[in-house]
């Protein structure tokens, strides 16, 4: 072993040495930080979906509502026929009662009526 030359150590090995760790801590670091960001990315891409789906269904509401509202006019148009024309009949079947009191037994109610049936012959409604 003696025989051996010896060998001096570069100068700049010692200095490449430290550069070199103070690159791969860098490196180290930026995949750190990359992987930060990726995650980061796919939490908003998340969020974005997320928020694009809702402004969809809103928009879907919306023009459920701006539908409806006439419907809900309507039905109301609807209700209040309803309401005259049950009305109108009312008033019609006590006209009909009372026309039929004085003269019972030439109407047929009382065959009806003995019979159980209870049924009103009914009458076509005048023109307006």
Partial sequence: MKNRPHFRPNPYYDDLERMEEAV??????LEMENTEIHENNHKLKKEITFSRNLLSQLLMENTCRKKLFPLKQESKEVHLDCALNQKYLVDFNKKDKDQQRPDPASSGLRKCK??????????????E
């Fill in 114 to 127: 003995r019979a159980g049936i209870g049924h009103t012959p009914v009458k076509e409604l005048p023109e």
């Fill in 24 to 29: 791969m801590s860098i490196l180290h670091n």
